[in-house]
């Protein structure tokens, strides 16, 4: 029985600590992104799965068909998605 509360102790604790080290990493991340242009957004995020059209290949309407599917597709934030967005329309 007292090896049973040892480790059920354990596995909550070593629950906290991932806990912890996992909102850190995020916050790391959302900040790292928080920092960036949507010119850099685009061409980090985007060419992970594609290459990267060119702003003028597309229209302003073109553009925001295209962001609601790549912001659930790339998991994008609102922030990130509307960085990258405004600069394909802003350059095309």
């Known amino acids: 029985m007292k ?12 629950g906290i600590i991932t806990a912890f080290t996992l909102q ?19 061409g980090e995020t985007c060419i992970r799965c ?3 059209p060119s702003p003028a290949s597309f229209n302003d309407t073109d553009w925001s ?6 912001k659930v597709r790339a998991n994008l934030t ?7 967005f405004e600069f394909l329309k802003s350059a095309n």
């Open 65 to 70: 068909s295209i962001e609601l599917h790549m």
């Open 50 to 52: 594609h290459s990267t």
């Open 78 to 84: 609102k922030e990130q998605s509307d960085k990258i």
């Open 24 to 42: 850190s990493c995020s916050a790391e991340k959302v900040a790292a992104y928080k920092n960036k242009s949507g010119a850099q957004l685009w």
């Open 3 to 14: 090896t049973l509360k040892i480790v059920g102790l354990a596995a909550v604790v070593l």
